[in-house]
Structure formats: C-alpha cells, structure tokens
C-alpha cells in the first residue's frame, strides 16, 4: 500500500512538471539575446551606409546642377533626392533611445528637423525678402558653419539644415493641389527669377556637404569598430533590447501615428504634413514603417539588393510568449496593409479624410497603435519595459 502511494505522489509530481512545461515558453538565452542585438547594430550601420551613399549622389547632383542651372539638372536633383529618402526614411526606427542620432549632441536635428519655416531660409508668397538667403547684410558669407549655427535659433521650426532644407530649395513652396512645388531652375540662373540666385546656390551646396558629413558620423560610428556600436553591445543586454524595442514602439505610436498622421489629418493641412514640398509624405510614411518592420524582423534590404539579416526580436518574443509574439507579429502585418493603402499626394488625401475615423489613413494609425501596444505586452514578458512615447 505503501509503495502504490509513493508511485501515486511520484506520477502526480510528474503530471505536474509536465503541464508546467507546456504552459511556459523556455526563457531565451543570453547567447540569443546577443545575437539579436549585433545583427540589429549591423544592420543599423548598413542602412546609415546606403543613407550616406545616397546623400553623396544628391551632392554630386547639386554640384552639377548649380554649376550649370538648367530644367533637366534640376529635375535630376529632386529624382535622387527622393531616392535618398528611401534609406533614410527606414533609419527612423533607429531614433528615440538616446543613442548618436537623437541624444545629447545628437545630429538629427541637423538632419531631418521638421516641421520646417521656409522663410527661414528663403523667400515664400508674400515674403520675398524673408530668409538667410535674401538677408545679404546680416548674413554675407554663407557656410557650413552658419547654417549649423542657425539652425533652430529662435524657434523649433527655424530649421536651416538637413532633407527638408534641400527639399525646400529644390521644390519651393507646394502652393498648388495638382503637383508638388515649382520651383524655377532660373532661381539659380545668374540674373534669373528671385534675386541672390548665387547666394541660393551657395547655400544648396553646403546643405548638401553638411547632410554628407553628418550621414557619415553616424555610418561611422555604427561601423564594425565604431564607438558607439561598441558602446551599445557592451550595455547590459535588457538595456539594450529595451532601446531597440522602445525605439520602434515610440516611432510607431507616438511620432508616426501622432505627429506625423494624426496632426496632418485632424487639421488638413499641407504644412503639417512631412514632406511638404516634394509630396513625398505618402514614401516617408512607406519607409518609416518599413524601418520598423525591419527591426522586428531582423532584415534590411540594401540599396544594391543585398540582404542583411539575422536573429530577430520576433523569433526572441516566440521563445518568451509564443502566443503573445503571434499577436504582434499579425499586428505587424496587418498594419503593413493598412500603411500601403495610403495614397499619394498626402496633402490631397488628409484634405478628404479630414475628422474621417474610418478612412484610409485613421485606419493605419490605430493599426500603428495597436501594434505599439502588442509589442510592449511582448517585451513586457521578457523582462523589458518598452515605451510607446518620447515622454514616459
């Protein structure tokens, strides 16, 4: 009697340590959680890479163009202008962790600040001596250093550097609803449109050369032996993975969702949208998402077709709450439809949808939110607090 008693007590533990482990997911190992950061840090530095890449055929389109101003030169500019922004706009999954790009000294602000006064800069209807351009007293020698030196003086949106300050000299004010800006070439013609044409060239270059220097600090400093790479693998790895989940989930929820879509479409109006001048804004919502969905997944396309990928925050998830990670992973793809059905040109679109709450655009950012929120309930079950906003 005795010995059925302890067979019965040992076949109960058993019973128990088996439904044990199949209600619970084995806990990832320290080894894996490395390799999902260095294949995150290496395909930051390739997507910085293919960003700098690009930025250095813009230059040489700039240079070309304000040597000899003519239509076609122009138009070759704004072509690889949009072009660059394919890299650049999936490395915004990068921001919001306090790293080389958005912390203390950080040079996003001198890359991608926005929204951006363009009388700023130069000349808009009704302004036709407003900005640094037409401001030959007060500023008679423009330079790299000048316009770093002014770039935000004054105001958030006094922005003088970065994409959206060539965007701005190459389009002009979008004034129109059946294309982009119109800029003349003649602007940049001695004794053309809008007077100071030489001074306006002055300034397109060095903005140009400045986005080359700033782009290639951060490929740098991500390469194989850059400082900050080397600084970001050797945090504690929680750390590390709370700012690769944090980053994505801040982008999603409170910057692509808040102040990139909601903005624009509560108000309808073209000056809150990203993209302003070009009517780029449809491509910048496209690649930041794909920015995102590139870090979950752990893969980066490059520029020339290479594929960069390895170990994964969606495989990690699945080894922590299987069933959790498949929420956020259909989450993710379910936005993935939603982003691509926003149509071009943005400022059109918010125009129509404006206090729609079911349109095209009101439906991507509640996916965009959703997802945000999956993806911290999925951190959340390995140990890592992710934010969904710059300020928690």
Not at 71 to 92: D, F, H, M, S
Not at 144 to 156: A, D, F, R, S, Y
Not at 197 to 218: C, D, I, M, P
């Amino acid at each position: 009697m005795k010995n059925h008693t302890l067979l019965y007590s040992f076949l109960l533990s058993l019973c128990f340590l088996i439904s044990c482990k199949k209600d619970t997911e084995p806990t990832p190992s320290e080894d894996f959680k490395k390799e999902v950061v260095r294949n995150y840090a290496n395909i930051v530095y390739h997507s910085y890479s293919d960003s700098y890449e690009q930025a250095v055929d813009l230059q040489s389109k700039i240079s070309i163009f304000v040597a000899t101003p003519t239509a076609a030169n122009l138009e070759a500019c704004k072509t690889v202008w949009k072009q660059a922004r394919i890299p650049y706009g999936q490395t915004e999954a990068y921001r919001f962790s306090g790293g080389v790009i958005d912390g203390e000294n950080g040079k996003e602000g001198l890359i991608n600040g926005w929204p951006l006064d363009e009388s700023y800069i130069d000349y808009v209807e009704g302004g036709t001596e407003s900005g640094i351009i037409n401001h030959v007293a007060k500023y008679p020698n423009i330079s790299k250093n000048l316009l770093i030196e002014l770039n935000e003086v004054g105001g958030e949106t006094n922005i003088s550097t970065g994409y959206h300050a060539i965007e701005f000299l190459l389009w002009g004010q979008d004034l129109y609803d059946d294309s982009a800006g119109k800029r003349p070439f003649t602007d940049y013609l001695p004794n053309g449109t809008s007077k100071n044409q030489l001074r306006r060239g002055q300034y397109l270059k060095a903005v140009s050369e400045l986005l080359v220097e700033h782009l290639a600090e951060l490929k740098n400093q991500w390469s194989e032996n850059g400082a900050y790479r080397q600084t970001f693998i050797a945090l504690p790895i929680n750390e590390s993975l709370e700012k690769i989940c944090s980053s994505i989930g801040i982008l999603s929820k409170g910057e692509l969702a808040g102040e990139r879509m909601t903005v624009a479409v509560l108000s309808g109006e073209q000056e809150d949208e990203h993209s302003c001048f070009s009517d780029n804004t449809d491509l910048d919502i496209k690649m930041n998402f794909k920015g995102i969905r590139n870090v979950y997944l752990g893969k980066y396309i490059k520029m020339n077709g290479q594929t960069i990928e390895g170990s994964a925050l969606k495989e990690l998830f699945e080894r922590s709450n299987k069933e959790k990670a498949e929420k956020t992973y259909q989450t993710l793809l379910e936005t993935d439809v939603l982003i691509q059905q926003i149509t071009a040109p943005f400022d059109q679109l918010i125009k129509i949808e404006k206090g729609n709450n079911d349109g095209k655009i009101a439906k991507a950012i509640s996916s965009l939110r959703r997802f945000s929120d999956k993806l911290v309930d999925s951190a959340f079950s390995l140990g890592i607090s992710a934010k969904t906003d710059k300020d928690e």
